[in-house]
Nanobody, 118 residues
Framework: QVQLVESGGGLVQAGGSLRLSCAASGIFSRINAMGWYRQAPGKQRDLVAQITNSGTAYYADSVKGRFTISRDNAKNTMYLQMSSLEPDDTAVYYC????????????WGKGTQVTVSS
């Protein structure tokens, strides 16, 4: 089992920055990728960025050049640095752990709200 806890969400003005953190605990032997998803009201939950154990990163087109995903294996923590935030980035952001980069998430955090005001 893997437990994931997100933090770092909040209210920010357009153009601002936030850094989300995801603290992981449990047994990671089968986890080979972790990612950030987001879900806006009335919309589906979409992948924003993910990073594999080898460090390969993927970004959705909508956040390329603005968001950076990283991980600190010593701290079992993953980060999402978000810059140049836009109102369309407003959503609940979820941390997820996956068995591989192509699979659906096997574990989810409870989410953290990010609100970008115009």
């Amino acid at each position: 089992q893997v437990q994931l806890v997100e933090s770092g969400g909040g209210l920010v003005q357009a153009g601002g920055s936030l850094r989300l953190s995801c603290a992981a605990s449990g047994i990671f032997s089968r986890i080979n990728a972790m990612g950030w998803y987001r879900q806006a009201p009335g919309k589906q939950r979409d992948l924003v960025a993910q990073i594999t154990n080898s460090g390969t990163a993927y970004y959705a087109d909508s956040v390329k050049g603005r968001f950076t995903i990283s991980r600190d294996n010593a701290k079992n923590t993953m980060y999402l640095q978000m810059s140049s935030l836009e109102p369309d980035d407003t959503a609940v952001y979820y941390c997820a752990a996956k068995y591989n980069g192509y699979s659906a998430p096997s574990y989810w955090g409870k989410g953290t709200q990010v609100t970008v005001s115009s």
